[in-house]
Each structure stands twice: as C-alpha cells, then as structure tokens.
C-alpha cells in the first residue's frame, strides 16, 4: 500500500529535478530564436568592388562602382563556366536544378575584404557567446545569374569540418528576381537583394548585399526576371587554434594591479574628498579628428581608438564607476587673457580663426565648449582674486597621475584688445575622471 501512494504522489507532483529539466527545456526554445542568418547591406569604397577576372592571360577588369554596361556585363557571364552543385560527394550539372554561371576563386579576384563584415556576422550569429568564437571567410566562388537563372532547393556542403556556414555578397548590379529564400526548423525568410541594393541612396557611397547562414538552412534562389545577379560567395570556418602559432610575445601584464592601486587611491579619506578630477597623460599617438573651417568638433570618438596603457587607465577607471573622457587641456598666451597659468579643459577640438576676436579664451570655452576650470587665471594673485569670483567657484581641483606632452598642438587666435592682436591658444589631450561630485565651494 506504502509503496502504491508512493508512486501515485510522483505521478501528482513532479519532482523538482523534473521542473528544472523543464525549465531548462524551455528556455533553450527561446534560444532557438537565435537567428540562423543574418543580411543586409554594407558599404564599401570605390575600389572594393572592382572586379578582375578571366581563365587566362587576357584578365578583364570591370568597376562596379559606376554601373557596368550589358555588354560589360554580358562579357562576365560568358566567361563562366556553367555552374555545377554537389550530390553526394560528386559535382553535378543538372540545368533544371542550378542554372548559372561561375568562377572558381582562381579565375577572379577582387579587393573587398571581408573582415569587418565577418566581424559584424560573427557578433549577430554568436550573440550567445560571451566570448564570440573566432571566424573566418574563405573566398569560394564567383557566380553570374542571368535573365533565367535560379538555384533550387538545396543545403551546401560543409568543406571540413570547422565549416559551419556561407557568406553570399551580392555585387551591385541592377536586377529584378533573384530572391533567395532561407528555411530553417519550420520557418522561412526571403532575402532579396534587388530591393536592399535598390534602397542603397547615392549619397551615401557604393555598397554591397550580403546574407551569411549557417550550413544546415536550407535555401533557394528564384529565377532572375531581369539584369544580372552577381554573387561572390564565402565559406565560413570556426578558425582552430591548432594551427596558431605560439605566440612570441609575453602575455601582456593584467589591467588588475592597476585597479586595485586605483582603488585604494580612491578610499583615502582625505583624497579628493570634495570631488575633484584625476588626470592623466596619453602614452600613446592619435590623430585629432578633422576641423572644418570655424567648427569645433568632439573628440570623444578617440576613446574606441585607445591603445596600451592609455586603454588600461580607461578600463580601471569605468571598473571603479568613474565617468571618464578624453579631454583637451586648453591654456592661452596673448591679449587680454594673456599670461596665467589658467586652464580648462573641453572635449571640443576648436577651430580657431583669425576673424573673431577672443576676449577670454577660457570664458568662451565655459559658456560654449563645455569648459571645466580647472585653474583659474589669477589664483597666484590674491588681490584680484574678488574679480574671479565665479569662475573660481566653479573650478574643480585636477590631481595629475602621470603627465604628457603627446597630442598636443598650438593655434593662432585673435586676441581682442585696444589693437587686435595674434595669440596662441595651447592644447594637450588628455585623459580626465571625475571623482565624487563637483567641488563645492562653502563661500
Ligand atoms: O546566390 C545566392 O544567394 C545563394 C547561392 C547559393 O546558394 C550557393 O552558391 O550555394
Ligand atoms: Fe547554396
């Protein structure tokens, strides 16, 4: 009897184990979600799609960057082979399955290279990793669809076995057709390159389609109405760290001792206890974005470029929750401003000309830059301290870690005086943490 209520209790209840199994079941369905393709358009320069080709000496070259002719075009299509597709180990040519035309990667070659758009299908595909598994694309083959041509069903063969998808780059050429049709786990999506290459704006320079799918989806291209459909297709490989070479280099030293100094830095209860900033000095090069003429312009797209030790400071600040950014120290000699040791830094890089007159450079980089004092002009001269009033108040203490004279540069202004006159205006790049609030002044 025991033993009958027993079984009868687990066939009420399922045991917990059971429930997690379930749950677990469950939210690997979410993960199903996961894309199995991904497409769109990227852009390219002029000189990535021009396109060289031919199975002998006399190469042909074709830009795509302008549009091709038909009879460029129609050059293209003849010189290809008619293309075959695999069934069960063999190439097959079957012009009622696959009727296009191709190249084999020795026949053609272009200058696109793949590696910022596989860095892009890497992160779409591989979302799920914290550490996206490395990827790379392998040129495979050139293929022309004309008026006609189609691809059925199928799914391509894997080349070894790290091979786990293809990358199909649609060149643009104008043509209506062509859908490629994508089905996976009972679902199906087209991708249609004639309408993405279409929605291309001239302005914003020339531009290829691209669709990458993983190798167990299958797919189909329908029949091209008219123009030529292009592709250059990819295989896409899990690259093996077998065949890495080890590396010569030391393993660069961790961003931890770093952090950990920094932080007891910051528990100093007498540190910056009012708030303040931390500044330091770029170890490395880089380049100032362009100015336009009587324009300022945000240096803070830098930061992605950061390089070194400059990239660690970055990291160990954000780790401690700092708000950081580079700066550019701003100091001024001549005119009224002249003289002082004044500073303020500003994440603008100004174009200074020699049109405006400048009364003070560091008032018009607070009311316009967003300017943070960081010394102000008179602080050496106690007497006329009264007329600083203000900008003292909002002066925040900087306590320099290390110093730099890299990414600086001087510029003329003109100086607004009795007679107008040349001065410089100094600055240095920089990069700057807030710590705590902003000072406060009790006065
Ligand atoms: O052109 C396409 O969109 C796909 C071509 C294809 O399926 C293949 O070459 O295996
Ligand atoms: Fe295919």
Request: contains cysteine; negative net charge; charged residues 25%.
């Amino acid at each position: 009897m025991a033993s009958a209520s027993q079984s009868s209790a687990t066939l009420d209840a399922p045991s917990p184990a059971l429930i997690i199994q379930q749950s677990i079941a469950e939210s690997l369905l979410e993960h199903d979600k996961n894309p199995v393709y991904c497409s769109g358009t990227w852009k390219v320069a002029s000189d990535d799609i021009i396109l060289f080709y031919g199975e002998n000496e006399g190469t042909r070259r074709l830009a795509l960057q302008a549009s091709a002719t038909p009879a460029q075009l129609e050059h293209l299509a003849d010189s290809c082979d008619k293309a075959t597709f695999g069934v069960n180990q063999e190439d097959v040519l079957d012009e009622t399955y696959r009727k296009a035309g191709k190249l084999d990667a020795d026949h053609f070659a272009w200058n696109f290279q793949a590696f910022g758009l596989v860095d892009h299908i890497k992160k779409v595909l591989f979302a799920m990793d914290s550490k996206p598994r490395e990827i790379r694309a392998e040129l495979y083959k050139l293929n022309v669809y004309g008026p006609g041509s189609f691809f059925k069903s199928h799914k391509d063969t894997p080349r070894g076995e790290d091979m786990f998808g293809s990358l199909v780059v649609v060149l643009p050429t104008p043509h209506e057709g062509g859908e490629l049709y994508l089905r996976h786990g009972g679902k199906e999506w087209v991708y249609d390159s004639a309408s993405e290459l279409a929605s291309l704006r001239e302005g914003d320079g020339p531009g290829i389609g691209y669709v990458a799918l993983y190798s167990d989806v299958e797919h189909e291209v329908a029949s091209v109405k008219s123009g030529y459909r292009i592709t250059i297709t990819y295989n896409l490989y899990f690259t093996s760290d077998e065949n890495a070479p080890t590396p010569k280099i030391p393993a660069p030293p961790s961003i931890e001792p770093v952090a950990a100094l920094l932080g007891d830095l910051l528990a100093q209860p007498k540190f910056l206890s009012k708030g303040g900033l931390l500044g330091f000095g770029l170890q490395h090069e880089y380049p100032f974005p362009q100015r336009e003429r009587r324009t300022n312009t945000s240096i803070a797209p830098l930061e992605r470029v950061l390089k070194g030790s400059d990239r660690v400071i970055m990291n160990a600040v954000r780790q401690h929750g700092l708000e950081a950014a580079l700066y550019i120290v701003y100091k001024a000699s001549g005119g009224v401003y002249g003289g002082g040791d004044a500073e303020v830094i500003s994440q603008e890089y100004i174009q200074w000309d020699d049109e405006h007159e400048v009364e003070k450079v560091d008032e018009l980089l607070v009311a316009n830059y967003g300017g943070i004092v960081t010394k102000s002009k008179y602080r050496r001269y106690e007497d006329e301290e009264w007329g600083w009033k203000k900008v003292r108040k909002e002066e925040y203490p900087m306590v320099w870690i290390t110093k730099s004279k890299q990414n600086s540069f001087k510029d003329v202004y003109l100086a607004y005086g009795n007679q107008a006159s040349l001065g410089h205006v100094y600055g240095t790049m920089v990069l700057v943490a807030k710590v705590g609030g902003p000072a406060t002044d009790s006065t």
